[in-house]
């Protein structure tokens, strides 16, 4: 086994503190990755707090994972040593299921390894990127360009292929509209592939003080969703709402802005369900839909096209010890845009 540390939570009550642990060691097809850097996502807190279900504890959360290659196994050719390589949410899935074999293991149909808070195919638990390294099967690092700055790439892990995947399944770009629901750290980055891709970008927020960032980003509009008069010019416009917004938001009101035949894509996820008429969706036949994370083939595609068009997260980059501070940072929304861990203050 590989003696590894990292910060864990030992309970829902409890605050992550620093603990030791053991990985397991390469295996022919597994790679060892040394951590550099950690994104730092609102699911983090939603798991180690048992929001959603109940965890496995302890718990080393993190999967905005990037870092050096520094093992690799017997069998293992996708890389070599002193590559970079980055894991996202997932590190196994059953490979055989129709989804897995079309590159699809998000939706894997007999449930996929998530890269913290579950279980292994050895039945062991599975710990995240809060830690100095990670072992995983060499199928389930992805390749890592060294033109760009590899803290900021680390929120593309989740962040970035959260947003890129249904604005790609939805082929969002030239002569749509897009809106973009919320300015955190999926809201920015649904905001630069939007405009990447050609899409007329509206950034819809609660914060005015958000408009002059927004355009920074690149946004072509801005709407205060607090403001009736903003809301009542941009009723029945948009072609797609990208919906990132973690807390309770009125969905009904939000579906009011499509088009006919317009869709709104939920990739956020409050604690609490939704209230949802009817009558928002029907009259105007109009769909609500979710999108979770990315494959493996188009986490790659993503983090090649960031490459090539310079495409990288805002971030602040944190000491772990802070951790706690950037959380209540995180949930005030005071991070622009983006929590990543250096790994070396671990």
Same mark, same amino acid.
């Given at each position: 086994?590989?003696?590894?540390?990292?910060?864990?939570?030992?309970?829902?009550?409890?605050?992550?503190?620093?603990?030791?642990?053991?990985? +397991?060691?390469?295996?022919?097809?597994?790679?060892?990755?040394?951590?550099?850097?950690?994104?730092?996502?609102?699911?983090?807190?939603?798991?180690?707090?048992?929001?959603?279900?109940?965890?496995?504890?302890?718990?080393?959360?993190?999967?905005?994972?990037?870092?050096?290659?520094?093992?690799?196994?017997?069998?293992?050719?996708?890389?070599?040593?002193?590559?970079?390589?980055?894991?996202?949410?997932?590190?196994?899935?059953?490979?055989?299921?129709?989804?897995?074999?079309?590159?699809?293991?998000?939706?894997?149909?007999?449930?996929?390894?998530?890269?913290?808070?579950?279980?292994?195919?050895?039945?062991?638990?599975?710990?995240?990127?809060?830690?100095?390294?990670?072992?995983?099967?060499?199928?389930?690092?992805?390749?890592?360009?060294?033109?760009?700055?590899?803290?900021?790439?680390?929120?593309?892990?989740?962040?970035?292929?959260?947003?890129?995947?249904?604005?790609?399944?939805?082929?969002?770009?030239?002569?749509?509209?897009?809106?973009?629901?919320?300015?955190?750290?999926?809201?920015?980055?649904?905001?630069?592939?939007?405009?990447?891709?050609?899409?007329?970008?509206?950034?819809?927020?609660?914060?005015?003080?958000? #408009?002059?960032?927004?355009?920074?980003?690149?946004?072509?509009?801005?709407?205060?969703?607090?403001?009736?008069?903003?809301?009542?010019?941009?009723?029945?416009?948009?072609?797609?709402?990208?919906?990132?917004?973690?807390?309770?938001?009125?969905?009904?009101?939000?579906?009011?802005?499509? +088009?006919?035949?317009?869709?709104?894509?939920?990739?956020?996820?409050?604690?609490?369900?939704?209230?949802?008429?009817?009558?928002?969706?029907?009259?105007? +036949?109009?769909?609500?839909?979710?999108?979770?994370?990315?494959?493996?083939?188009?986490?790659?595609?993503?983090?090649?096209?960031?490459?090539?068009?310079?495409?990288?997260?805002?971030? #602040?980059?944190?000491?772990?010890?802070?951790?706690?501070?950037?959380?209540?940072?995180?949930?005030?929304?005071?991070?622009?845009? +983006?929590?990543?861990?250096?790994?070396?203050?671990?």
């Amino acid at each position: 086994m590989i003696a590894s540390k990292g910060y864990a939570a030992q309970g829902p009550t409890t605050n992550l503190a620093p603990w030791n642990f053991e990985r +397991r060691e390469v295996g022919a097809h597994d790679v060892q990755i040394e951590i550099q850097f950690c994104g730092v996502c609102h699911s983090d807190l939603h798991q180690i707090k048992n929001d959603w279900f109940p965890g496995i504890f302890p718990m080393v959360p993190g999967h905005e994972i990037v870092g050096k290659i520094i093992k690799v196994g017997s069998e293992s050719k996708k890389f070599k040593i002193g590559d970079l390589a980055g894991v996202g949410c997932l590190v196994d899935s059953c490979r055989t299921c129709e989804n897995c074999q079309e590159g699809l293991e998000q939706y894997c149909l007999n449930h996929n390894v998530g890269t913290y808070n579950s279980k292994g195919k050895d039945g062991l638990p599975t710990y995240g990127g809060y830690s100095n390294n990670i072992v995983v099967h060499e199928d389930f690092a992805l390749r890592i360009s060294n033109k760009l700055s590899l803290a900021a790439v680390a929120p593309l892990l989740c962040a970035g292929i959260t947003t890129y995947s249904p604005l790609r399944y939805w082929k969002v770009g030239k002569g749509h509209k897009l809106a973009v629901l919320g300015l955190g750290g999926l809201g920015h980055m649904a905001v630069k592939f939007g405009v990447s891709f050609g899409a007329e970008v509206t950034v819809l927020s609660t914060s005015p003080s958000k #408009e002059k960032e927004a355009k920074a980003l690149g946004a072509h509009k801005f709407v205060v969703t607090s403001d009736p008069a903003q809301i009542a010019a941009v009723k029945g416009s948009f072609d797609f709402i990208l919906d990132t917004v973690s807390a309770e938001h009125d969905m009904n009101m939000y579906l009011s802005l499509l +088009r006919t035949n317009g869709t709104h894509i939920i990739v956020g996820a409050p604690s609490d369900p939704h209230s949802i008429s009817a009558f928002s969706l029907l009259g105007g +036949r109009k769909s609500l839909a979710g999108s979770g994370i990315g494959g493996l083939p188009e986490t790659q595609e993503m983090l090649d096209y960031c490459a090539e068009h310079n495409i990288l997260s805002d971030i #602040e980059i944190i000491d772990i010890k802070d951790i706690h501070k950037s959380y209540e940072r995180m949930l005030k929304g005071d991070v622009r845009y +983006r929590f990543v861990i250096d790994i070396a203050t671990l």
